[in-house]
């Protein structure tokens, strides 16, 4: 009988670790999401600059997206864990700076990243509470200096380059390749308009992309000036 007793709670110890497990690996890699301004400022649809005022001629974060191996996505995992902006008050000028908000009308900015932990930082909770996931994104940001590794390359706002040299730059900086989305400028030409890294599931280093997503761009792509 005793025997009998104990062989349950192994069961159900085993079977409490399974269902551990499979909760914090409900995602298998990171999007690491950077936009350019000039490419999100100069469509038809235009922009409005932050209300901390015009942020810097540089690439900004969109987000850090958990994503499946197989191109789906999980979003809104948990709704009893709205944005709380007390949680990152520590990390507020930094966002300013690295996170800015270009959507109309102008914000400070609380307003995107709380899309953005909702729709898909809840998605790694498991991994990374609200303060690791921004501070995350933030790290990766400084790991991924996107607009020096273009400019090492002679690839400067203002012109237009191959989509094979935006990407060759940023391969040889990065060390993994990235995935490169193109937007329309008000006339309809394509130009440079996010870039994506993959990270591994803990946010701590870039890796191969397990899929990348879908889009288009032309050969030749723009690279405004912001
Ligand atoms: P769009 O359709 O403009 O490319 O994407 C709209 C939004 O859907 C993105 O800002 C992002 O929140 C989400 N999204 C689009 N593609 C992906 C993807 O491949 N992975 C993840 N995790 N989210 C995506
Ligand atoms: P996603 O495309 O990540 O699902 O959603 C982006 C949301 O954040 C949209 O509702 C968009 O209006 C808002 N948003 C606010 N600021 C920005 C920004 O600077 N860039 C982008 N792409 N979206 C922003």
């Given amino acids: 009988m005793a025997k009998f007793h104990c062989s349950i709670v ?9 269902v551990a497990l499979v909760a ?34 540089d690439f900004g974060i969109h987000g850090l997206w958990p994503n499946y191996n197989d191109g789906s996505y999980p979003s809104n995992c948990d709704s009893s864990s709205p944005f709380d902006p007390s949680e990152i008050s520590d990390l507020e000028r ?5 996170w800015p908000t270009l959507a109309c009308p102008s914000g400070d900015g609380q307003k995107f990243w709380s899309h953005e932990w909702e729709k898909h930082g809840t998605c790694s909770e498991s991994n990374l509470d609200q303060h690791a996931y921004f501070k995350t994104a933030l790290g990766l940001k400084q790991k991924a200096n996107l ?19 935006i990407k060759d730059a940023v391969t040889e900086a990065a060390g993994y390749t990235p995935w490169i989305q193109c ?5 309809g030409n394509f130009q440079l ?20 997503p879908k889009g288009q761009c032309s050969s030749e792509i723009e690279f405004p000036s912001f």
Avoid: H, R
């Avoid at 298998?28 to 490419?39: C, I, K, L, R, T």
């Avoid at 922009?47 to 015009?54: A, E, Q």
């Avoid at 930094?94 to 690295?98: A, E, F, L, N, P």
């Avoid at 308009?193 to 990348?212: A, M």
């Fill in 147 to 165: 607009l020096q590794a273009l400019k090492s390359a002679g690839i400067t706002p203002g012109g237009s380059y191959s989509l094979k040299s």
């Fill in 94 to 98: 930094s966002m300013q700076k690295s």
């Fill in 183 to 187: 937007n329309k400028d008000s006339s």
């Fill in 24 to 57: 914090s690996e409900s995602f298998d890699f990171f999007y690491f999401v950077q936009q350019w301004p000039g490419s999100y400022c100069d469509t038809e649809q235009s922009c409005c600059y932050p209300t901390t005022g015009k942020p810097a001629e």
């Fill in 193 to 212: 308009y996010q870039i994506y890294l993959c990270v591994d599931t803990s946010g701590s280093k870039l890796i191969e992309c397990p899929v990348f």
């Fill in 10 to 18: 192994i069961s159900l110890v085993l079977l409490q670790c399974l």
